[in-house]
Every structure is written in structure tokens, then in C-alpha cells.
């Protein structure tokens, strides 16, 4: 995606690339510099709009960006009159930080790709959602590092998505909308929180799940993409290295500032059974807690329903059917209290 990056300050344009390249392409101008005629991407504004002769400078910028649908203004400190300045002047969007403007990239991405499919077009909250999880995927595969809040993001957006319009809506929408690891980390994040929701967890309880289950799989970013994205089944060779993905997020996370435990342990262990025969650590049902077990029912349940490149998705049903045939690796009891997360409709 194209970005246009207009600022009064010479100094921000390396700065501004070296965040955004090579995922975006950053074509850098100066304020005052003359007018240009574009006509895709996305216009990026750093100016000082405390300086009545920039913001006189901009205008004209701005009548030459009219087919440009997305401006996006920063305003470093989010003093109010800069951003009443800012949405005067036209921004769609105003952002405050270098995290803030990666995240609103991803996010018009991928609104940007939903708007050229087939299928309806996602909620706010799918989209939201999807374009945190681009971005955390995104960095990591860049060696960069991630914050606490992004995940965050992502989970309020689909505890929001749930709360609204149920889990049933949210399966089907994002089965709709998404494929590929982005739509296995929002179906088994709607289904864990949706599980949740039913047992009547805390609203905090419902978040440390919901985070658990947000970052479970935090550790692919870093598996090859013609592994993680092959059109097909994986050799036992490659299902050796895909194992490995519990360790690899886990080390991502653990000096992570905020990050808690149980989180933790969600991402390193949501491959164990009660039986011993997971991994990576092949624990048996004493030392496997308790959202470790939600998280792995909600995991294998949204594998089983998510449509991949080799076989079509499985009905929520005959998904339930498979959990109910793990007992003795699943905890029964939780599997029963499951039932009407899996066929609520």
C-alpha cells in the first residue's frame, strides 16, 4: 500500500520509513514543496498545526488529494484544537503515536482488502481485530518488538464483537470474512471469550482469556510462510517444526512489561493434554490449569470449523461430536458445559 507522507520537518522522513518500510512504500514530501496530483494510497500528515501559516500551507495540499478517501493526520501530544484543526482540514483519522499510525495502516488494509472480496463486508469490530493481529504478526516477522496494548486491542474488540451480536454472528462473519492463521486466532479468541461469557466470568476474567487466546498462537510469526501458509497437509517434518510455535511465542512474551502469567502459560501450553500426550512439555491433567483447559477446547473446536485449503469446515455439531470423543485428553466436564457455546446458534 502506498503511503503519502507529507511533513514540515525533514528530519521525520527517515523515521517515518524505517517504521513503515518494506510493508508500505513512504513517498515523502515537504510542506511547500509544490502541488502534486495523487490519486491512490493513503495521505499521512505530520505538521505542526499550532503554526497558522502550515496549516494555510496544507490546504492547497489537500484540494489536490481529493480522490484520496483516507487522511490520516498525527498529532503527537492529541492537543484538542490541533485535532479539531485536523478534522477540519479533512483527516478521516487522527492518531497520536508511532503504534497508533501502524495499526491504522493495517486496519484500512485490511478494510481495503474486504471491500475487494465477494464477501460482505466486516464488522468494525472484525476489522479492527484482524488489522491488531496483522500488526503484531507483521512486526514480529521484522524483529520488531510488540506492546501489551495491541493485544488488548484486538481482545476488546472481540469481546465487543460477542457481546453485541453473539458468538454465532461472529463465526460466520469472520468464516466470511477471513482465512489463514488471522482467522484461526479470531475464531478461537470469539469462541474462548464466548465460553466465558456463558460461565458468567468476571469482565476481567473474560479478558485474561481472551488475551490468552489472542496471543496463543503469537509464536507462528516466526514459522516460515510456506509452512504456516502451505495449500495443503504438512509433512512430518514440517509438523515438527509447526510444533515448535508454543516455545517460540512463549520466549516472545515472557519479558514481555505486563504480561501475565497465566497468560503465559496459555501460550505455551495450549497444546497439552490431560493424558500427557501434548506438547511442548507433555503435562498431565495436575499441572495443566485451569484456563489452559478452556483455551484448548476453544482451539481444537475453532480448527475444526475453520475452512481450510485441504477440507471444507466441519459443522459446529460434528465439531462438538470430535471434542466429545477426546475424554480422557479434554476435561469431560468442561465438554458438557461447552455443549451450548458449540451449537448456540
Known sequence: MLVHFVTDEPGKIPAIRAMLEPRYHVAPRLLGAGETQISDGVLMVDVDLRDAARVEQIKPVLRGLRSITEKLFVVQSHIQHMVAQAYALGATSVVRSSREVVFKLAEIEVAAKAAKTDFAVASPDIAGGAAAFKSMFTAIRNGKSITLSEAENATTHIVNGITQNGLGAWLDDVRRYHE????????????????????????????????????????????PLSILDKPGRLEPVE????????????????????????????????HEYLDGSGYPDALTAGKISDLVRLLTISDIFAALIERRSYRSPMSRENAYKVLCGMDGKLEGSLIKAFRKVALAA
Do not use: W
Open 180 to 223: 489463514g492463521t488471522f482467522q484461526h486466532c479470531l475464531l478461537v479468541t470469539g469462541v474462548a471469550v464466548g465460553f466465558a461469557l456463558d460461565l458468567k466470568f468476571t469482565y476481567p476474567d473474560v479478558m485474561r482469556l481472551g488475551m490468552a487466546a489472542t496471543l496463543h498462537d503469537i509464536g507462528k510469526a516466526r514459522i
Open 239 to 270: 509438523e515438527e517444526i509447526m510444533k515448535r510455535h508454543p516455545v517460540i511465542g512463549y520466549e516472545l512474551l515472557r519479558d514481555l512489561a505486563g504480561i501475565s502469567p497465566e497468560v503465559l502459560d496459555g501460550v505455551r501450553h495450549h
